[in-house]
């Protein structure tokens, strides 16, 4: 099994709380992801980064943000957390280079429910 | 705009069966990746194969194989001896560009009745 942990696996809070989703890899990778996901559902990617001092928005629209200070930890935040916000989040790393063919590696997830 | 379709939102094999599941793609690059990842319940997702584009020849990992035909932009799985530990949802995936970033497909659901 990889070596990427997410925590809280699971996440029920009120309207309005900050919040922060830890993600930690100990594989070295220099590529992480965020993904978020509905039940059931097809993943879209929401951020991800190249490296320490990287990140980028993905292709699906969110109002949480990242940060990527070390390189074994991608931080998601939301700061003002709305019902719209619950989805089941995953974090994902890959070793870097040029191929883009290097397998993606995801954590147990974060079942987020925002009340 | 890259595009990956799975048809089949639930399929269903005996024990011990073969089941195919299928992924078609759109994509004007030439060369680029294409994966299939299993989620199983409530656990993490794990790569179950992957195929480059430019390579003719099919991907297989023990049970689990491809059928990549590139001129109709089709990826199908196919998955020989069932078991009941093969149940998850199946995701196919494809990457062009050096950023690994994954555009994934609606899933499909395997049910594997003993």
């Known amino acids: 099994e990889a070596d990427i942990y997410q925590t809280p696996r699971y996440l029920v809070i009120g309207t309005g709380k900050k919040i922060t989703l830890e993600c930690s890899q100990t594989?070295?990778?220099?590529?992480m992801y965020w993904y978020q996901q509905d039940p059931g559902m097809e993943l879209h990617l929401i951020h991800y980064?190249?490296?320490?001092?990287?990140?980028e928005k993905g292709d699906l629209s969110s109002e949480s943000t990242v940060s990527r200070i070390r390189t074994e930890h991608f931080p998601l935040t939301l700061e003002s957390a709305r019902p719209s916000h619950t989805s089941q989040y995953l974090c994902?790393?890959?070793?870097?280079?040029?191929?883009?063919?290097?397998?993606?590696?995801f954590g147990d997830g974060t079942r987020l429910s925002i009340l | 705009a890259q595009t990956v379709t799975q048809s089949q939102p639930e399929m269903s094999v005996q024990e011990a069966e073969t089941v195919t599941l299928s992924c078609t793609y759109d994509?004007?690059?030439?060369?680029?990746?294409l994966f299939w990842y299993k989620q199983p319940p409530s656990r993490q997702m794990i790569l179950v194969i992957r195929?480059?584009?430019?390579?003719?020849q099919n991907a297989t990992e023990n049970r689990f194989s491809v059928n990549f035909q590139k001129a109709a932009k089709s990826f199908s799985l196919k998955i020989s001896d069932s078991q009941l530990g093969d149940a998850a949802m199946y995701f196919c995936?494809?990457?062009?560009?050096?950023?690994?970033?994954?555009?994934f497909g609606q899933g499909t659901t395997l049910q594997v009745k003993p």
């Open positions: 195929q480059e584009a430019y390579k003719q």
């Open positions: 594989m070295g990778h220099d590529k």
């Open positions: 980064s190249y490296g320490v001092n990287s990140t």
């Open positions: 995936a494809y990457t062009y560009s050096n950023t690994g970033k994954l555009i």
């Open positions: 994509t004007s690059e030439s060369d680029y990746y």
């Open positions: 994902a790393s890959s070793e870097g280079g040029g191929a883009g063919n290097q397998p993606q590696h």
